[in-house]
């Protein structure tokens, strides 16, 4: 099992910036890939960013709505991925819950979530 905690979330202006932080614990080992995900009011769940985290690489893969915005990133120990969020605009308001895939044995794992508010 894998535990996620988010952390970072909280009011800006329109403009300005945050920082998401994620800590995964349990069996991290199983970890293939990290990722953010939001949700708005009356919205789907969506993509926001994702990093590879097994195999080295560090892929990262970003909505087209946050691209030049956000940029993901893992710590040193593999178990900790960031979100900067840069020019936040009010669209950017949503619950941003933090995501761990596993493809063996094959799970998708959740973070409770932090709220992002965008102010105009």
């Known amino acids: 099992q894998v535990q996620l905690v988010e952390s970072g979330g909280g009011l800006v202006q329109a403009g300005g910036s945050l920082r998401l932080s994620c800590a995964a614990s349990?069996?991290?080992?199983?970890?293939?890939?990290m990722g953010w995900h939001r949700q708005a009011p009356g919205k789907q769940r969506e993509l926001v960013a994702s990093i590879a985290i097994s195999g080295g690489s560090g892929r990262t893969n970003y909505a087209d709505s946050v691209k030049g915005r956000f940029t993901i990133s893992r710590g040193n120990a593999m178990n900790t991925v960031y979100l900067q969020m840069n020019s936040l605009e009010p669209e950017d308001t949503a619950v941003y819950y933090c995501?761990?895939?596993?493809?063996?044995?094959?799970?998708?794992?959740w973070g409770q979530g932090t709220q992002v508010t965008v102010s105009s």
């Open positions: 995501n761990a895939v596993s493809l063996s044995p094959s799970k998708n794992y």
């Open positions: 349990g069996t991290i080992f199983s970890i293939n890939n």
